[in-house]
C-alpha cells in the first residue's frame, strides 16, 4: 500500500467514525465528503478491500501495513453488517490511528498499542490483533521528518480527529504548534494595533477593520504553519486570509489617516 492509497483509506475510517459519533449530514471540510448510511460504508470498505490494496507507483509503507490495515477493513466492515455501528465507528477510529503508525504523525508502535488498541480491547472484550501484536511492535519505525506538506486533501485540521491526532503522538510538538500558532494569530492583532496607535497615533472608527484584517492574516499564517503538521487550510483560503487581511489592514490605515 502507498501512502496515497492509505489516506484514502483514512478518509473512509474518518468517515465511519463521524458516523458513529452522529455528525449527521454535516460536511467534512478538508475531505470533502459528508456522512452517508452505513450501506454506503460496506460498499466503500469493500471496493477498498479490492483497489487500496493493488500495487500502484508512489511511496510505499512499512511491509505489514497491508496486513493489518487489510484485517481492520474486513473487521469495520463486518460489524457494520451485523449492524454494530457502535464497535464499528470504534475500530473505524482505531483505523485512522493505525495509519498515523505508518503515515504521519508517525505514532509510535508501542503507543499505538497502549493508547488505542489496548482500550479498545478492553472496551468491547475483543482479542483484535492479539496475534500479531509481538511481530507489529517488532516492526521498524519510520523516521520522524517534519516536512511541510501543501496537499489540501491531507489538511485535516478543521475535522474533529486532527488536534487529538497531533497530540497523541507528539504531545510536547502539538504544545510547540498550538504557542506558535497563538503567537502568530495574536501577534498579528497586536502588532497592528501598535502600528496604528504609538507609530502612526490615530484613532478612528476605521480601525477596526483593520482588527479584523490583522486576524484574518494571522490565520492566513497561522495555516502556512500547519502545514508543517499536515493541516493545511488548502491554497485557496489561505489565499483569501492573508491577502485580504493584508489589504483591509492598509484600506483601513488608509481611511483613517
Same mark, same amino acid.
Given at each position: /500500500?502507498?501512502?496515497?492509497?492509505?489516506?484514502? !483509506?483514512? @478518509?473512509? #475510517?474518518?468517515?465511519?467514525?463521524? #458516523?458513529?459519533?452522529?455528525?449527521? @449530514?454535516?460536511?467534512?471540510?478538508?475531505?470533502?465528503?459528508?456522512?452517508?448510511?452505513?450501506?454506503?460504508?460496506?460498499? !466503500?470498505?469493500?471496493?477498498?478491500?479490492?483497489?487500496?490494496?493493488?500495487?500502484?507507483?508512489?511511496?510505499?509503507?512499512?511491509?505489514?501495513?497491508?496486513?493489518?490495515?487489510?484485517?481492520?477493513? /474486513?473487521?469495520?466492515? &463486518?460489524?457494520? *453488517?451485523?449492524?454494530?455501528?457502535?464497535?464499528?465507528?470504534?475500530?473505524? &477510529?482505531?483505523?485512522?490511528?493505525?495509519?498515523?503508525?505508518?503515515?504521519?504523525?508517525?505514532?509510535?508502535?508501542?503507543?499505538?498499542?497502549?493508547?488505542?488498541?489496548?482500550?479498545?480491547?478492553?472496551?468491547?472484550?475483543?482479542?483484535?490483533? =492479539?496475534?500479531?501484536? =509481538?511481530?507489529?511492535?517488532?516492526?521498524?519505525?519510520?523516521?520522524?521528518?517534519?516536512?511541510?506538506? #501543501?496537499?489540501?486533501?491531507?489538511?485535516?485540521?478543521?475535522?474533529?480527529?486532527? @488536534?487529538?491526532?497531533?497530540?497523541?503522538?507528539?504531545?510536547? !510538538?502539538?504544545? *510547540?504548534?498550538?504557542?506558535?500558532?497563538?503567537?502568530?494569530?495574536?501577534?498579528?492583532?497586536?502588532?497592528?494595533?501598535?502600528?496604528?496607535?504609538?507609530?502612526?497615533?490615530?484613532?478612528?472608527?476605521? !480601525?477596526?477593520?483593520?482588527?479584523?484584517? =490583522? &486576524?484574518?492574516?494571522?490565520?492566513?499564517?497561522?495555516?502556512?504553519?500547519? &502545514?508543517?503538521?499536515?493541516?493545511? /487550510?488548502?491554497?485557496?483560503?489561505?489565499?483569501?486570509?492573508?491577502?485580504?487581511?493584508?489589504?483591509? /489592514?492598509?484600506?483601513?490605515?488608509?481611511?483613517?489617516?
Amino acid at each position: /500500500m502507498t501512502e496515497k492509497q492509505a489516506l484514502s !483509506l483514512k @478518509d473512509i #475510517f474518518f468517515r465511519i467514525k463521524q #458516523f458513529y459519533y452522529g455528525v449527521s @449530514d454535516k460536511p467534512l471540510s478538508a475531505a470533502n465528503m459528508s456522512v452517508g448510511e452505513a450501506s454506503e460504508y460496506i460498499a !466503500l470498505l469493500k471496493e477498498a478491500e479490492t483497489t487500496l490494496f493493488l500495487p500502484i507507483a508512489g511511496k510505499t509503507l512499512a511491509s505489514d501495513a497491508d496486513e493489518m490495515l487489510s484485517i481492520l477493513c /474486513m473487521e469495520v466492515r &463486518a460489524a457494520l *453488517v451485523d449492524k454494530n455501528i457502535r464497535l464499528a465507528g470504534d475500530l473505524a &477510529a482505531l483505523g485512522v490511528r493505525l495509519i498515523g503508525v505508518y503515515t504521519f504523525p508517525f505514532m509510535s508502535r508501542r503507543d499505538f498499542v497502549r493508547k488505542c488498541l489496548a482500550p479498545l480491547r478492553e472496551k468491547h472484550e475483543i482479542s483484535l490483533f =492479539a496475534e500479531r501484536e =509481538a511481530d507489529f511492535l517488532a516492526g521498524g519505525h519510520l523516521p520522524f521528518r517534519l516536512s511541510p506538506s #501543501f496537499a489540501p486533501r491531507e489538511g485535516r485540521y478543521y475535522e474533529d480527529d486532527a @488536534d487529538e491526532a497531533l497530540k497523541l503522538a507528539h504531545p510536547i !510538538l502539538y504544545g *510547540v504548534f498550538l504557542l506558535f500558532g497563538i503567537l502568530l494569530f495574536a501577534g498579528s492583532i497586536i502588532g497592528f494595533g501598535v502600528l496604528a496607535g504609538v507609530g502612526l497615533s490615530l484613532s478612528s472608527p476605521w !480601525l477596526i477593520l483593520g482588527y479584523f484584517g =490583522a &486576524a484574518a492574516f494571522g490565520a492566513g499564517l497561522y495555516s502556512l504553519l500547519m &502545514a508543517f503538521a499536515h493541516q493545511y /487550510m488548502g491554497h485557496i483560503l489561505t489565499l483569501l486570509l492573508s491577502v485580504g487581511g493584508l489589504a483591509s /489592514m492598509l484600506c483601513s490605515l488608509f481611511l483613517a489617516l
